[in-house]
């Protein structure tokens, strides 16, 4: 076995990736540095955890914690030296809060640090420390759900830090879990710390909400353009919105039209983004469709956060990476310094020496009805929910993928009756955004909240509806829940419902390979988790609220 790996969907025969490529694209080698920096943080953790104790200030140590995981999100990095110098820095912080505990009089706990040598010494180090080193399938299983809703909340709280908003709370949650992932847990236990991780996936999700609509204004509604102007261009891709910020600034006046792909469509939402007008819209579709949409735009791409694929050679030297991103061979924008934004002019300049981009679609998109919006709505919803007008309302978020079985998704949408209501958000809504699913009294029928990110919107909206209807539980509302998941941030989204209470989720196209059998009854039977079907029969039980 060269690599052990299964925490997306794509997960080979829905069991692992265990060969010298994952399925993402990841080589074996890099997998295996993802892993060791996982460990190195745990290990770091653990003397952190000690620290505070002692008077320590874990702010710096929350944010490397953060960006560090972000990194080892499916398609954030493949390039090993990043992963190197990341499991450099764990050392050198390690280091500092060893000296520190050391400064109080006191023992510091023994700590395992992997120290990078080569990739032999690797291999060897997981054999011993690796995810397979738990031997107990449903302790291992449980341990590494828990790692990866803790991922999906690094993701969103490295967003919410970047600007400005940080909770102590969060950061020392991930580093008490993380030590605590270290000791012998009981099943009993971990489950119940499951839970924790979905109480705070719930409260990170809320912070970065209140981080992107103080930054950037509450999303409004908004019809997004498709097609393409006659400029050259720059495509931004990923979820970064200060990354979107910066650029728009940065060239406003260069003669340079900037559009959105995958999942950055939603700042077109944004109502301090919406005002460059150079701003013109969204090219292409989900981030797995790239190397075809890639190669037609022609300009320049800024990938910010998750969703790069290894890119083509023939747009490879158009492809920029910033932030927590990064791949062998592609150029990277630094990190900003001195508070100063990040300087984007090589991308722009770049830009000015292409041609336009080919047009792949044309027409319009609706969205923003983030939380915001939908409750400026909510007296219109709730008199449709009340005449009958609106039946039912379907949460269909989550992530896209390569998977044939996804097209059930698109299938669902378009059979579903017409009295009901699409709620969505992610890249899940490429499978059904762009059909011409009318509307019910004037509201569109598929209401988009945005990214992944913005998931939060949806369970706020289903939190203010059950008080609009003054019902005493969550799941009497006419809501279902139809959920597609690729990556760990979906993982972090559905450990955020499952706290909140929602029971009889939709999962698909495949459960997680991660789950043992065990692990996966526990949460079918307490909160009826399941597979998706066949089409027909789903929409019928979703229809009865099955």
Avoid at 269 to 297: A, D, I, M, R
Avoid at 305 to 332: A, E, I, M, Q
Avoid at 381 to 395: H, N
């Amino acid at each position: 076995m060269l690599m052990f790996c299964y925490q997306c969907q794509e997960a080979i025969h829905n069991t692992t990736c265990n060969l010298k490529r994952g399925a993402c694209g990841k080589e074996d080698h890099t997998a295996n540095l993802m892993d060791v920096l996982i460990y190195n943080l745990k290990e770091l953790s653990v003397l952190t955890k000690q620290a505070i104790d002692l008077g320590l200030d874990s702010k710096d140590i929350g944010k490397l914690i953060s960006e560090s995981f972000f990194m080892t999100i499916t398609n954030v990095n493949f390039d090993d030296q990043d992963i190197i110098n990341q499991i450099g820095f764990t050392n050198l912080k390690s280091q500092e809060i060893k000296n520190f505990i050391t400064s109080k009089n006191t023992i510091p706990v023994k700590s395992d640090l992997f120290v990078f040598e080569n990739l032999q010494q690797v291999q060897i180090f997981l054999e011993k420390t690796g995810v397979l080193s738990e031997k107990n399938e449903d302790i291992r299983s449980l341990k590494e759900l828990i790692v990866y809703g803790l991922k999906g909340i690094c993701a969103y709280y490295d967003h919410a830090s970047i600007l400005g908003f940080q909770d102590k709370n969060i950061t020392d949650f991930i580093i008490d879990t993380l030590a605590n992932l270290k000791t012998n847990l009981s099943v009993d236990e971990l489950v119940t710390l499951t839970m924790k991780t979905g109480e705070y996936a719930v409260k990170t999700m809320e912070l970065l909400d209140r981080a992107n609509t103080t930054t950037y204004g509450n999303p409004q509604i908004t019809k997004v353009n498709i097609g393409t102007h006659n400029k050259p261009g720059i495509l931004i891709s990923g979820h970064d919105l200060k990354d979107m910020e910066e650029l728009l600034e940065q060239s406003k006046d260069s003669g340079v039209d900037i559009y959105t792909h995958g999942e950055m469509l939603p700042a077109n939402y944004y109502p301090k983004l919406k005002k460059y007008k150079h701003f013109v819209g969204n090219y292409g579709n989900s981030w797995w469709l790239q190397t075809t949409e890639f190669e037609s735009f022609n300009g320049p791409i800024l990938m910010t956060t998750n969703c790069l694929v290894p890119p083509k050679d023939s747009y490879k030297d158009k492809v920029f990476t910033t932030g927590v991103v990064g791949f062998p061979g592609l150029k990277h924008i630094p990190d900003r310094k001195d508070r100063k934004s990040k300087n984007f002019s090589e991308i722009i300049n770049l830009a000015k020496t292409c041609k336009p981009p080919v047009q792949i679609e044309n027409g319009m998109i609706t969205g923003g009805f983030a939380h915001s919006q939908v409750m400026d709505l909510a007296d219109k919803v709730i008199e449709a929910v009340k005449s009958g007008a609106i039946k039912r309302f379907i949460v269909m978020a989550g992530c896209d993928g390569r998977h044939k079985t996804r097209n059930y998704f698109t299938q669902v949408a378009e059979q579903l009756p017409r009295d009901t209501i699409i709620l969505t958000a992610g890249c899940a809504k490429y499978r059904y955004n762009k059909l011409n699913l009318g509307d019910i009294n004037g509201i569109p029928r598929v209401l988009d909240a945005g990214q992944c990110n913005d998931s939060y919107s949806l369970a706020f909206i289903a939190l203010k509806l059950k008080d609009a209807f003054g019902l005493d539980d969550i799941n009497k509302l006419p809501i279902s829940y139809d959920i597609a998941w690729y990556e760990q941030k979906a993982v972090t989204v559905l450990l955020a419902l499952l706290y909140l209470g929602i029971k009889g989720i939709r999962l698909g196209p495949t459960l997680p390979a991660f789950l043992s059998k065990n692990v996966l009854k526990v949460i079918v039977d307490k909160f009826d988790v399941k597979p998706i079907g066949d089409v027909k029969t789903d929409i019928e039980s979703i229809i009865q609220g099955k």
